[in-house]
């Protein structure tokens, strides 16, 4: 993994400059704890407010901001982690992690999607592969806060201690715990190469509604979820199996008819597909492909999640 904390230089009183300068870092962490941009941005703004709500003597007693600022935001995702596991509760389906473009196509900014500063842009790397959002979604706020903190921004227990709460031991213990999550769950993948050829293939076949074509790409025993969010229509529950989602999908593709355009594209750093309605994007699909098969597949319809696609 690429990422890496960099707590900024040691300044008596840090200017605007000095201090918006750490709004990637702080947008990078957030989204990778909390799978959505719209609250990493959210928690990014509450973060800024913190800190110009003290005086500037208290500001400047700081001696590390950038230090700072990540202890604030690490914290404040370690408590909508909590809260969000009660939202989720009433969620109208799966949930799945907001999708990202090829960061060549969007910037987030202050003002949200259309922004105007190239470093606000999410760092792509193995850390926000859907596949790797949605098993750190199946751990604990204290599992996912440390073992990000530590494994992805590589940062000391000892300081990760301070934002989770818990003594260094235990956030040891805490990211040990998550690791062995993402062991369980990792399968190994082919190169991007032969990624992007498979996906390619699969869209042809169900352009084509060609069943016996998009069975063969599917692994046998594939799971394909969707997230509608109960503002788009989806199937509400998983479909197991690669014979009753290439059915699935072949019925979706017939059904929409020439109103539907598929697009290759590349989501979340790996290779994937988007489809437009009427010239409306209205569904991201992004892919785990292991060896030569789809292992699994994630359709982000909840239109609140795919704003960037619109407006980028």
Known sequence: MTTRA?????????GLDAIMSERRRLINLAYRLLGSLADAEDVVQDTYARWYAMSARERQDIGVPGAWLMTVAGRICLNLLGSARARRETY???????????????????????????????????????????????????????????????????????????????????ASSARRRIRTARTPAGPG????????????????????????????????????GGLAVTHLHPIVGGERI????????????????????????????????????????????????IRRIWAVRNPEKLRLWRTG
């Open 6 to 14: 960099e707590h900024g230089d040691d300044q008596d009183d840090p």
């Open 92 to 174: 109208v389906g799966s949930w799945i992690p907001e999708p990202l473009p090829e960061p060549t196509e969007w910037i987030t900014g202050p003002s949200g999607a259309g922004g105007t500063d190239p470093a606000d842009r999410i760092t792509l790397d193995e850390s926000v592969t859907m596949a790797f959002l949605v098993v750190l979604d199946t751990m604990t706020p204290a599992e996912r806060v440390a073992f990000v903190l530590h494994d992805v921004f590589r940062y000391p227990f000892g300081e990760v201690a301070d934002i989770v709460g818990r003594t260094p031991a235990a956030c040891r213990q805490l």
């Open 193 to 228: 190469a032969g990624q992007a050829g498979i996906v390619r293939r699969f869209r042809t076949a169900w352009q084509a509604q060609d069943i016996e074509a998009l069975i063969g790409l599917l692994d046998p025993d594939a799971t394909a979820t969707a997230d509608g």
């Open 246 to 293: 290439a059915r699935a999908y072949a019925e979706i593709a017939r059904v929409s008819g020439e109103r539907t355009t598929f697009l290759e594209c590349t989501v979340n750093g790996l290779p994937g597909l988007a489809t437009r309605q009427d010239g409306t994007l209205v569904t991201v699909f992004a892919f785990e492909v292991t060896g030569d098969r």
